[in-house]
């Protein structure tokens, strides 16, 4: 028996899910090219920008509330995608203040040169955003197995930002008078990790939505794994 | 000036100024009584064109009362009397020149338990037609019937059929049917008093899928005790409740996702949430 009105209200949805999620992973990409070639301007149009992003949110998370209310999926399947997706609009969004954040960065250092030249954190937004990317099709798709198998890189995401950290550690020792530059592009790297840990939660939620299964996906370099024993 | 309907109707040949605008039918300031007791009291209440508009409610709340006041099926309760006006196309169908015969073949109904003729699926639908003035030739006939089985989502169901009494169809079937029927005069407003409460849940969705499609076509008004229907169906929705006096009063009117979202009173929170009426 097909629900036709309940199904084109869940179609709205994903693509506007698909749009929130282009908004966002083309907005990092911009912060941290703005952030590379310390292009205020821009930095300042991306800041503005997250106004956008939130909007987009909220309209988004008010249609899935109502087309809970309205249409009534009270088990299932449809529940959880309606669920999920208001998690999953909820890491978008939040995403997107991260990349809110590094556009302040930019602002924040200005004409000031780098202490180093801005090779690992493009890398880490490119493979963040290639990570977000496949999740959201793996979510669209509901394709369990991409689902599980997109954390995994998360690790590449790691290893870079603690690469970075080690260098700018390195530097400021080397010269104290850094420390606050050094310190904002920590933060912007800092960022682009947290960016990467939440595609998790979006993939874990496609495996909720297929399997109803809600369960974290370990990290296979979870640096506070040791504490658990 | 007292017009019959259809004179006034054929007198205007584009949308005047008089006419309702986008609303399709409009009640205005109407109180509806059965002898000396108010069952309605006061309601204005706009209903938009090809939009499904839900109206819900308690109990005794004048639901169904205010639902046929919109094509003066009260006329056939002797003590039933209205004040205040129902305009369609700009006309108050209560004005005493009006035919409520012809009122009716304007706005259609279909009731809370389906009701076809004892009459094959064929002539239920026929049989409405001819009687509303349809002048065509058989085939012109046999058109006329298999375009109404296909709006009504029936088509597939009985077309091999066509001449076995619509009795023998299940009581969704004959629900469509009803609807069918209603649709072959080419009506401009479906009225609907509890369509799919004799039917299962699956006979139910079906309804309510051909309602979304006919609102392609038709203006609908739904009477329904079941506000999770109102709230996947409407595209607007009224909340009735009644005064301690009893009589039925409009309480919200609203577009349908706000009213199950945010309503603006307390008496509809209630009521939507189960915890009054």
């Not at chain 1, 969004?93 to 250092?109: L, P, S, V, W």
């Not at chain 2, 069952?39 to 409610?57: D, F, M, S, Y």
Request: contains cysteine; proline residues 4%; aromatic residues 6%.
């Amino acid at each position: 028996m097909p629900r036709e009105t309940l199904d084109a209200k869940i179609r709205h949805l994903i693509d506007e899910i698909l749009v929130l999620d282009s908004m966002i992973e083309q907005t990092t990409l911009d912060s941290v090219d703005a952030l590379k070639r310390r292009d205020t301007e821009a930095a300042r149009r991306l800041y503005a920008y997250d106004d956008v992003v939130n909007a987009k949110r909220f309209e988004i998370e008010n249609d899935c509330i109502a087309t809970i209310a309205t249409q009534q999926p009270v088990m299932g399947k449809d529940l959880r995608l309606l669920a999920s997706i208001l998690e999953i609009v909820g890491e978008l969004e939040r995403m997107g203040d991260y990349a809110k954040g590094i556009a302040k960065i930019c602002m924040m250092i200005g004409d000031e040169p780098h202490v180093k030249p801005l090779i690992d954190i493009p890398r880490m937004a490119e493979i963040s955003v290639k990570m977000l990317h496949r999740a959201i099709g793996a979510f669209v798709a509901r394709d369990v197995e991409t689902a599980r198998s997109i954390p995994q890189q998360d690790d590449e995401v790691d290893a870079l930002y603690n690469q970075v950290y080690r260098e700018l550690v390195a530097i400021i020792l080397a010269n104290p008078s850094t420390i606050d530059r050094a310190n904002h592009l920590m933060w912007a790297a800092h960022n682009l990790e947290r960016m990467a840990d939440r595609v998790t939660n979006i993939c874990e939620r496609t495996i909720y939505v297929v399997t109803g299964e809600l369960k974290e996906i370990e990290s296979s370099d979870d640096e506070y794994s040791k504490f658990r024993e | 000036m007292n017009l019959t309907l259809q004179n006034f109707m054929s007198s205007i040949s584009t949308e005047s100024p008089s006419s309702n605008g986008k609303y399709a039918i409009e009640a205005r300031n109407l109180n509806l009584y059965y002898g000396s007791f108010m069952a309605v009291k006061n309601v204005t209440l706009p209903i938009e064109r090809q939009k499904i508009t839900a109206i819900i409610g308690p109990s005794g709340c004048g639901k169904t009362t205010m639902l046929r006041s919109f094509n003066r099926m009260n006329d056939l309760v002797p003590s039933a009397h209205s004040e205040g006006e129902v305009l369609f196309m700009g006309q108050n169908i209560n004005d005493p020149g009006v035919d409520p015969v012809e009122v009716r073949r304007h706005i259609g109904m279909v009731f809370q338990k389906p009701n076809p003729f004892p009459k094959s699926i064929y002539e239920n639908i026929a049989w409405g037609a001819r009687i509303n003035g349809f002048r065509g030739s058989k085939s012109e006939l046999d058109d006329l019937v298999e375009r109404s089985l296909r709006s009504a989502a029936l088509w597939d169901e009985v077309k091999d059929k066509l001449q076995q009494s619509g009795l023998s169809l299940s009581g969704g079937q004959q629900q469509r049917l009803c609807i069918a029927r209603a649709i072959a005069v080419k009506p401009d407003i479906i009225l609907m008093d509890e369509p799919c409460s004799a039917l299962d849940p699956i006979a139910t969705l079906k309804i309510e899928e051909l309602m979304r499609v006919l609102a392609k076509d038709y203006t609908i008004i739904i009477v329904t005790h079941n506000m999770q229907q109102a709230a996947r169906v409407s595209d607007f929705t009224a909340f009735f409740t009644m005064d301690e006096d009893r009589a039925g009063y409009l309480k919200e009117f609203g577009v349908t996702t706000q009213i199950f979202t945010y309503p603006h009173e307390k008496l509809t929170e209630d009521y939507i949430t189960g915890r009054f009426g």
